[in-house]
Each structure stands twice: as C-alpha cells, then as structure tokens.
C-alpha cells in the first residue's frame, strides 16, 4: 500500500490546508492502479478540473499527473530492487503501454535504465519531491523519530564549521589564500593532496555539490574544481547543503540507512548505500576541514575554536526547539 510521509512544510499549514491537502493527495495515492485515472481525479475530488489543479498544485506543490507518473515510478523501482518480477510486468504495473516507453521514463527518473538498476542491486526508490509524499514500501515507517539524533549533530555540526571556516577566509587577500603550506597529505589514491586554503575549501564544497548532483541523479556540470573566492564558495555551497540535508533526512526519516543507490556519476556507475556515502563525506571533510582551520591560525585567524561538534552544540543547541526557533 502507499502512505505519505510529509516534509515539514506542511506544519507550515493552517489545519484547513493540511487537511486539505491530505485529502487531495489521497485522492491520487488511490488511483495508481487505474489505467487512465488521471482525468477523472478532479470529479473524485468534487472540484471543476481547472480548480483542481490549481488548488492541488498550491497546497502539494506538483501537478496531480505528475505526481502519479512519480509515485509509480518509485513503485516500479521498488519492485525491480526487491521482487524478481519481470522487468516487462512491472512496466505495465506502472501503466506504460510497452516496455520501450518505460525504459525511457525510468531513465529519465533515476539516471539508469531498469534492467541496469536491478543488476548493480539498487534499493532506493524515492525520487526528490518538495511535498516529501512517496510510495512507502509495505513495513517502513511512515515518518522517522522526533529527537535530534547523531545525524542531526554530524550534518549540522559539518554546515556550521564549513560556513565558519568560509566566512572566516573570506577576511585574507588571494595570495593567503593560494600560499602552499607544508605537510600537505595525500589521503585519497585518485585525487592529489590540496596545498592550498582555496583548495581545501574548495574541496569541501566541491565534495558535497557532486554527491548531491549523484543523489538527484541529475547531469554533474561542475567539471574540474573552480578557482572560487570564499564568498562564492559559500553561495555554492549553501545550494548544495539544503539540496543534500532535504535528501539525507528523507533517508534518515524513513530509515534507508542501508538502501542502496546507483552513482550515475562514476564511470562505470557503482552502487553505494546512504549511510556509507553519509560517513564517507563526513570523514573525509572533516580530515579538509580541520586541516583548514590549522591553516587559518597560521595565516593570522583565529576565533577560538578548535573544530568540535561540542562548539556547534553550544552554539546552536538544535535539539532544544525553542532555541532552534531563535536561531
């Protein structure tokens, strides 16, 4: 069966337009295994059709063919992760009236074709979507805990210091920011050791704008690293971080820690799970990170801190809400 498992802009609801919301979207969950369902969804839902679009697209935020065309496709990648259904049946489970059309709509949606993604063991089936509504697998969850918990301390305490740190350079001229500094590492086999502050931070930022690129399963056009000011660095990366913490809590609400997903990047794509890839970039940075802020008291910065997520948790202290409302 399908549940919603609504994001936080709908707290952002009076009761009226939650409710009717709610009721909108389950006129569309219903209708998934109807074939041509969609033009009669605005008469189900006792609106006139141009109404109802307009209404439905106000309060989800999607058009209603969208959204069914969306869910079903999570469905189809449900089934292909998980059943041993043929590629051929689950096509027309989704309602595409040839195998043809369906490779290229799934395609289109998650960056592979069907029978590339059950090979290389995929298991996430969410496509990104604002109103946080998808197909939920029979057993999961319909929303997560309620408590801030480890991944609230580590993704949050990551965009702090890394926005410290940006802002922080952002007060040395460019010949700081490029002057060598000894004892550079090389940590990674394929990439060569930053040397550089620019290119410490730049690797920062850079690191989360290609994995977020890889979770939406969009075209990566970044190409080789910038040569950015600290000041475009942050504009960047704050793009990048609302795009990627919406994407990890999403997984961490519906607990998908070990769901896997395909890295249409990588040339050959390769498979990896959220949680895997959540660690990775934490370590990894983390190692950039406190390597900067080392070179920031060498050039003359220094604010006090030392790089622990104990700073950030005095400083925001996140899981008190009424703090987090202040901040």
């Known amino acids: 069966m399908l549940r919603s498992c609504l994001l936080g802009f709908w707290q952002e609801m009076d009761a009226r337009g939650k409710s009717e919301a709610a009721r909108l979207s389950a006129v569309v969950l219903s209708s998934l295994d109807e074939e041509g369902a969609t033009r009669h969804l605005a008469r189900r839902a006792y609106w006139s059709r141009t109404h109802f679009h307009r209404l439905f697209r106000g309060l989800v935020e999607e058009t209603p063919g ?3 065309r969306r869910l079903l496709l999570e469905r ?4 292909l992760g998980r059943t041993q259904a043929p590629v051929t049946e689950i096509a027309f489970d989704a309602l595409y009236g040839s195998l043809e059309a369906f490779t290229r709509a799934f395609r289109r949606a998650f960056g592979i074709s069907p029978s590339l993604y059950r090979r290389m063991g995929a298991t996430h089936f969410r496509l990104s979507a604002r109103n946080g509504i998808h197909f939920a697998a029979p057993g999961s969850p319909a929303k997560g805990e309620a408590d801030m918990d480890l991944f609230d301390r580590f993704a949050g305490y990551e965009s702090w210091h890394t926005r410290r740190l940006l802002d922080q350079a952002a007060k040395l001229s460019d010949e700081q920011l490029d ?7 090389k940590i990674l086999p394929w990439k060569k050791p930053e040397q550089t502050l620019r290119e410490l931070l730049e690797g920062v930022v850079y690191t989360k704008e290609v994995w977020t690129a890889a979770l939406k399963g969009r075209e990566w056009k970044g190409g080789e690293r910038k040569k950015s000011s600290p000041t475009e660095m942050r504009a960047r990366y704050d793009k990048a971080d609302a795009d990627f913490d919406q994407l990890m809590r999403e997984v961490r609400d519906t607990r998908a820690w070990d769901d896997t997903f395909v890295d249409a990047l990588c040339e050959p794509p390769e498979t990896f799970t959220f949680g895997g890839m959540f ?8 190692y950039k990170r406190l390597t900067a802020l080392a070179v920031l008291r060498q050039l003359g910065v220094d604010d006090g801190g030392f790089g622990c997520p104990t700073e950030y948790e005095a400083e925001v202290a996140p899981w008190r809400v009424e703090e987090a409302v202040k901040k």
């Open 66 to 68: 969208a959204m069914r």
């Open 76 to 79: 189809a990648a449900w089934q």
């Open 179 to 185: 002057r060598p500094f000894p004892g550079a590492m």
């Open 279 to 286: 660690a990775h970039l934490m370590i990894f940075n983390s």
